[in-house]
């Protein structure tokens, strides 16, 4: 089964999840794995089936949050999250955000890598036609 989950993930198309994050790919990212996560079971049956159809491109994120059996179970499940969130001090709310933008300046990171990356390689299979160390004298 999780040849089959795998393999319906790779269907949905990024730009969805750019466009709910403002066109950041570490947001955009981090948003295709809390659904990966979801696709799991990790949030229960609701939200498991949600964050399939999501990630097959079976249907929008958007469309998917106008469920309401999808929506009612996100409520529900957020509940305690938010109360807790609610009980924690100024200092607590600034170090769990501090966390968070820590999280994402990583993911930005191993973004830009990847992408140095693979220009490093698309570049150096070229090395007999790029120029470096000819000379006409």
Same mark, same amino acid.
């Given at each position: 089964?999780? !040849?089959?989950?795998?393999? @319906? ?8 999840? #750019?466009?709910?994050? &403002?066109?950041?790919?570490? &947001?955009?990212?981090?948003?295709? &794995? @809390?659904?990966?996560? #979801?696709? /799991?079971? #990790? ?5 498991? *089936?949600?964050? &399939? *159809?999501? #990630? /097959? ?5 958007? $469309?998917?949050?106008?469920? @309401? ?8 499940? @957020?509940?305690?999250?938010? $109360? ?32 140095? /990356? *693979? !220009? *490093?390689?698309? !570049? ?10 000819? /000379?006409?004298?």
């Amino acid at each position: 089964m999780d !040849s089959a989950e795998n393999s @319906s993930d790779k269907r949905v198309d990024d730009s969805e999840f #750019l466009e709910m994050t &403002q066109q950041d790919p570490a &947001q955009a990212k981090i948003l295709r &794995q @809390s659904l990966e996560h #979801l696709a /799991s079971g #990790l949030g229960g049956p609701a939200l498991k *089936e949600m964050a &399939q *159809e999501v #990630l /097959s491109g079976r249907m929008g994120l958007r $469309e998917a949050a106008n469920v @309401s059996a999808y929506a009612e179970e996100a409520v529900q499940q @957020s509940a305690p999250l938010a $109360e807790k969130w609610a009980a924690m001090s100024d200092s607590e709310r600034q170090a769990l955000a501090a966390e968070g933008e820590r999280r994402l300046e990583e993911e930005r990171q191993k973004l830009e890598e990847e992408r140095r /990356s *693979e !220009s *490093e390689n698309r !570049s150096g299979g070229n090395r007999r036609h790029d120029g470096r160390g000819w /000379s006409l004298y």
